[in-house]
């Protein structure tokens, strides 16, 4: 259990770092401050890969799923690669949401930082209750298999509608139980009028981003547990790809229209996965293997948005 305790003390002390030192005083994060955080934090965790194979190579954590070092290693790559894919679809949904309660750059980041904190939570449990069900019931893994490949379905499908988070159920909800202001107060999310404690929008869009990641993580979980049912190697990947999605939000958030193309990758993505579930009793695949689909599928998407140039409508007379 110490290594379990030493990585959760890590995380809080990265945490910490985060806004007591380098976002200590608010300010508005520009692309290239934020280029260099998500540079940082993919080091970190790619770097982390170091200390899974020697936590395995000297059998300092439990492994229950009998991997090698190596294998340890290339299962959390991919695993890693696949929560980071899957959290550039979270950075739409952020950034809606930011638009909709119309929160100030200079704020966004703090809200970030508390919905990650409570991502940790969540996600933590998540990944407790995915692995004990895929350990105990082996049948579980055709169930997750079939809804990812059902949410693929839905993605490449796309929606008719689009996202309003102000009449989502959570915000109507809300607001039946607690009074909610319709003006920011600074940072602060809860105000004092009339005598009554109230929320104000940063409160609320929190609330409304916390409730979106549970929902992203019904699909990045059982995704990850395709790759392994380690649930340290599941947990760490997970973990890692969170806590570079602020800085990711801030790279990405303002080149939206630029990666048009990436939802078609997270598809693939899915799909190999929910395929990779639903065959795992017949075909075992390599390693390697996933590793490829899922970095190529992530780079083609990438490249094909960035070169592929956007029909321009012709302007009718």
Same mark, same amino acid.
């Given at each position: 259990m110490w290594v379990w305790i030493l990585f959760i003390a890590l995380i809080i002390v990265f945490l910490? *770092?985060?806004?007591?030192?380098?976002? =200590?005083?608010?300010?508005? +994060? =520009?692309? =290239?401050?934020?280029?260099?955080?998500?540079?940082?934090? +993919?080091?970190?965790? *790619? @770097?982390?890969?170091?200390?899974?194979?020697?936590l395995f190579s000297a059998g300092l954590v439990d492994n229950p799923t009998g991997l090698t070092p190596n294998n340890a290693v290339l299962k959390y790559i991919t695993g890693y690669l696949i929560e980071l894919s899957l959290s550039i679809?979270?950075?739409?949904?952020?950034? &809606? +949401?930011?638009?909709?309660?119309?929160?100030?750059?200079?704020?966004?980041?703090?809200?970030?930082?508390?919905?990650i904190l409570g991502a940790i939570v969540f996600r933590g449990i998540m990944i407790v209750f995915g692995v004990a069900l895929i350990t105990k019931f082996e049948w579980i893994i055709y169930v997750f298999g079939v809804f990812l490949l059902y949410t693929a379905f839905k993605m490449l499908k796309g929606d008719d509608h689009e996202f309003n988070p102000k009449n989502s159920f959570v915000f109507r909800q809300l607001k039946k139980v607690y009074p909610i202001t319709n003006t920011l107060h600074g940072?602060?999310?809860?105000v004092k009028r009339m005598g009554l404690n109230a929320a104000t929008p940063l409160f609320v869009a929190l609330i409304v981003i916390e409730l979106t990641d549970v929902l992203f993580a019904l699909d990045s979980i059982p995704a990850i547990l395709a790759i392994t049912a380690d649930p340290f190697i599941v947990f760490s990947s997970n973990i890692l790809a969170i806590l570079g999605l602020r800085s990711m939000y801030f790279l990405i958030s303002r080149m939206l229209q630029k990666f048009r193309f990436i939802n078609y990758s997270l598809v693939v993505i899915l799909?190999? &996965?929910? $395929? =990779?579930? $639903?065959? @795992?009793?017949?075909?075992?695949?390599?390693?390697? &293997?996933?590793?490829?689909? +899922?970095?190529?599928?992530? $780079?083609?998407?990438?490249?094909?948005?960035l070169l592929i140039k956007e029909k321009e409508t012709v302007p009718s007379e």
């Open positions: 910490a *770092l985060d806004l007591g030192v380098f976002h =200590k005083n608010e300010h508005v +994060i =520009k692309s =290239k401050e934020a280029g260099i955080w998500t540079a940082v934090w +993919i080091t970190v965790a *790619l @770097s982390f890969s170091g200390v899974i194979y020697w679809d979270n950075v739409f949904v952020i950034a &809606v +949401i930011f638009s909709a309660f119309k929160i100030p750059a200079l704020y966004q980041h703090r809200v970030l930082f508390w919905g940072h602060d999310f809860f799909a190999f &996965v929910g $395929l =990779k579930m $639903l065959f @795992s009793h017949q075909i075992e695949l390599p390693e390697w &293997v996933s590793l490829t689909v +899922i970095s190529v599928s992530l $780079l083609v998407g990438i490249l094909a948005s």
